[in-house]
Nanobody, 126 residues
Framework: QVQLVESGGGLVQAGGSLRLSCAAS??????????MGWFRQAPGKEREFVAA????????HYADAVKGRFTISRDYAKNTVYLQMNNLKYEDTAVYYC?????????????????WGQGTQVTVSS
């Protein structure tokens, strides 16, 4: 089955940067037709869309709240998707999850995605 492992979270001051990584693996799987997404969830809030990328084509979507600050990218050789987060704000504090959608469409709703990583904590100090 598909397995996703996030890393790169931590504590950073407002205005700083972090880069999250999501390593995808799965024996006998191909990722070329998948969409990969980043979502985040703060305590007491719904899981919300952050960014998504079409694995093969590199087409991207971003939530308005992060547009211009965050960049999603992928590395084919490493089966890894990244989320570069710049100019971090306190309200970016959340657990960040990567997810895969098998049909490849860049959905913005969490229920559209099929597999999820365990999450990585991002904490931004004010």
């Amino acid at each position: 089955q598909v397995q996703l492992v996030e890393s790169g979270g931590g504590l950073v001051q407002a205005g700083g940067s972090l880069r999250l990584s999501c390593a995808a693996s799965g024996r006998g799987r191909t990722f070329s037709s998948y969409a990969m997404g980043w979502f985040r969830q703060a305590p007491g809030k719904e899981r919300e869309f952050v960014a998504a990328i079409n694995w093969s084509g590199g087409i991207t979507h971003y939530a308005d709240a992060v547009k211009g600050r965050f960049t999603i990218s992928r590395d084919y050789a490493k089966n890894t998707v990244y989320l570069q987060m710049n100019n971090l704000k306190y309200e970016d504090t959340a657990v960040y999850y990567c997810a895969v959608r098998f049909n490849g469409y860049l959905g913005r709703s969490a229920y559209e995605y099929d597999y999820w990583g365990q999450g990585t904590q991002v904490t931004v100090s004010s």
